[in-house]
């Protein structure tokens, strides 16, 4: 049973160019859920989601970012016009319904240059 | 709104000695406490959880006591190893799904042999 799988691994992109980060959650877990993390620092939360449906979307950035969870295929996290401070740490988890302790991806590594 | 507090690294040990890794912790309700661990270049693992006051969590060795009185939950190991070379995240959450995970600033473990 494969974990969280996340690609790429490493993204980098220019200044204004769009970033697209996938997520594929452990089989039979409809709950995905973003954090980033920029360095030195602890994860936040960004946005959690269900199948077809964004449950909160509280931590966020209300311009350039958007993420999505169709009924097929993988969650994705699209960053538009990308600036230098969009470089992070973004992580994927995802979980069964009602489950503490959901399962981390190995994140992908954004650089903006 | 709901916070957590590590202590602040890096932490460098001798392989053997004991370890503390302090975590306080705000929160309006009762909530969920976890500790994680990053290995470098790896996503987020669950160590361990405690869920009501006065649970311990443990997991390979390393023990945390859920204390609602002194608002802590502070993650120690008897003897460590140079594989717990790592980065540790206290965590919380606020609800019962553990659906939105609440992180502290991450404390680097170095253990030298």
């Known amino acids: 049973n494969a974990g969280v799988m996340q690609n790429p691994r490493h993204l980098v992109r220019r200044r204004g160019q769009e970033a697209r980060l996938r997520c594929s959650p452990m089989?039979?877990?409809?709950?995905v859920y973003w954090y980033r993390q920029l360095p030195e620092e602890g994860l936040k939360f960004m946005v959690y989601?269900?199948?077809?449906?964004?449950?909160?979307e509280s931590g966020m950035p209300k311009e350039r970012f958007s993420a999505e969870f169709p009924k097929e295929g993988p969650s994705i996290l699209r960053i538009q016009q990308v600036v230098r401070g969009d470089s992070a740490a973004y992580f994927c988890?995802?979980?069964?319904?009602?489950?503490?302790?959901?399962?981390f991806g190995s994140g992908t590594r954004l650089t903006v240059v | 709104g709901d916070s957590v507090t590590q202590m602040e690294g890096p932490v460098t040990l001798s392989e053997e000695a004991f370890l503390t890794i302090n975590c306080t912790y705000t929160?309006?309700?009762?909530?969920?406490l976890f500790w994680y661990v990053q290995y470098p270049g790896e996503g987020l693992q669950l160590l361990l959880k405690?869920?009501?006051?006065?649970d311990k969590g443990s997991n390979k060795g390393f023990e945390a006591t859920y204390r609602k009185e002194t608002t802590s939950f502070h993650l120690e190991k008897g003897s460590v190893q140079v594989s717990d070379s790592a980065v540790y995240f206290c965590?919380?959450?606020?609800?019962?799904?553990?659906?939105?995970?609440?992180f502290g600033q991450g404390t680097r473990l170095t253990i030298n042999p």
């Open positions: 988890a995802s979980s069964p319904a009602g489950n503490y302790g959901y399962t």
């Open positions: 089989k039979g877990h409809s709950h």
């Open positions: 989601l269900q199948k077809e449906n964004i449950i909160d």
């Open positions: 929160a309006t309700g009762y909530p969920s």
């Open positions: 405690a869920t009501k006051a006065d």
């Open positions: 965590a919380l959450s606020e609800d019962q799904g553990a659906q939105k995970l609440v």
